[in-house]
Nanobody
Framework: VQLQASGGGLVQPGGSLTLSCAVSGFTLNRTAVGWFRQAPGKEREGVAC????????HYADAVKGRFTISSDTAKNTVYLQMNGLSPDDTAGYYC???????????????????WGAGTQVTVSS
């Protein structure tokens, strides 16, 4: 089982980035998947999660209206579209999944069973 995140980088405030997470070893059908982030000195937080059981999403309050999580089951890939980025969004971003979890809210507020390596997002002028 492997989750491979990509798409991070340096972006100016107000800019956009799209992160991708390629999943191998299991299918995205009937899975909860999500994006988490951790900045230096801060706790890890669940940013956006999606249940492919019911297509219900959950977002952290800090990103609602700016970030969108989606999945492409044919490509077995999860995406995080990030718009209106600010320096507060600077962090390492990690994708994670729990094949036995059906709740996007629970995934974002718990510790998923499977993690990928992170990709750094830096928002700076």
């Amino acid at each position: 089982v492997q989750l491979q995140a990509s798409g991070g980088g340096l972006v100016q405030p107000g800019g956009s980035l799209t992160l991708s997470c390629a999943v191998s070893g299991f299918t995205l059908n009937r899975t909860a998947v999500g994006w988490f982030r951790q900045a230096p000195g801060k706790e890890r937080e669940g940013v956006a999660c999606l249940s492919t059981w019911n297509d219900i999403t959950h977002y952290a309050d800090a990103v609602k209206g700016r970030f969108t999580i989606s999945s492409d089951t044919a490509k077995n890939t999860v995406y995080l579209q990030m718009n209106g980025l600010s320096p507060d969004d600077t962090a390492g971003y990690y994708c994670a999944a729990d094949h036995g979890q059906s709740s996007s809210y629970a995934l974002c507020n718990d510790r998923p069973s499977t993690w990928g390596a992170g990709t750094q997002v830096t928002v700076s002028s």
